[in-house]
């Protein structure tokens, strides 16, 4: 089990190419969110994303390389144990991961698609049975000349797989079509051109969605339809003060979290080096900017809450650390109290 003696450990995923130690095992103080390294393991090459199953038996990666893999763990007390060889995903750069209806999803950035991979009884992967190639482009002739699918999650009803794509400034709503066996887009929505939607967060009331934009420095808050599987993009609200402007150009949003209770959203920003902070209202369409906070390191890749609320843990890639903060639980605002050397860090995730 992924347990330890505080409940939960932290899984740290990080790219093996710049030095990471692949996938590394900390566990988590309950009271201070400390983390303390117990095990790494380097099975897979560049495990950058990590998603752990509901149960908390199994971990499963991506290796972010060219021929994009795949691959499931054990969680043991020991530390996450390989169960197979990593499966080849069909697609080029995988970024990111889920689980959804009794497959694997990954979203393969370099070839502009989402693979589905099917769970075994065992926890081990299957083959792919179904890739969904993206169509499209933006008008950023550097980053979107062609599609590059970033993330993929379920929507809270479980019914529906969004898939973000940076390359097309869109999010697709797909569905699992059980007569074909694969993969079926039944709506796209549009954000603003040349944005770059790179990840996706619901809030907790399933009615509300706010996709963080890589390209510029906004968040974009949508209204969610789970009966249709309509997002509709509503307001861009920017997450750097206004005396940033100057640092706009070079600043890359990476991650976009929502607070248990939908009080609070949280961005982390690359390149600005920093924690955004949003109120979200009482209807959820309208993010505040309230402040930022140093990142603690350098290009923050990734962006956790803790499941208590407590605690937001960053993983800051080419500084290779990753630190935490504890959230004040009035503000929302998030204080640094320690970190972690991690080379490499790139996401972080609990079970």
Known sequence: MGTSGSGRRAYIGSFTSEGGRGITTADVDPDSGALTPVHSTDAVADPSYLAPSADGRFLYAVSER???RAAAFALTPGGPELLAPAVAVGGAAPTHLTL??????????????VTALPVRPDGALAEPVAVLRHEGS??????????????????????????????????????WDEAEGTLAVRNEARLRPGSGPRHLAFHPDGEHAYVVNELEPTVTACRWDASTGTLTPLRETGLLPEDSEGVVVGTYP???????????????????????????????????????????????????????????????????DVTWFAVDPETGV?????????????CVVFA
Request: proline share 9%; aromatic share 6%; net charge negative.
């Open 66 to 68: 060219d021929e994009g």
């Open 100 to 113: 959804w209806s009794g497959h694997l999803l990954t979203a393969n950035y370099g070839s502009g698609s």
């Open 138 to 175: 933006g008008p950023n002739p550097d980053r979107q000349g062609e599609p590059h699918a970033h993330a993929v999650l379920p929507d809270p009803s479980g019914r529906w797989l969004l898939s973000v794509d940076l390359g097309t400034d869109s999010v697709r709503s797909c569905v």
């Open 254 to 320: 990476s991650e976009v979290v929502v607070s248990p209770d939908g009080r609070f959203l949280w961005t982390a920003n690359r390149g600005h080096d920093s924690v955004s902070v949003l109120t979200l209202g009482g209807s959820g369409e309208k993010p505040a900017l309230v402040t930022t906070v140093p990142c603690g390191g350098h290009w923050p890749r990734d962006l956790a809450l803790h499941p208590d609320g407590r605690h937001l843990y960053v993983a800051n890639q080419r500084s290779g």
């Open 334 to 346: 998030p204080a640094h109290t320690g970190g972690i050397e991690a080379p490499g860090a790139s």
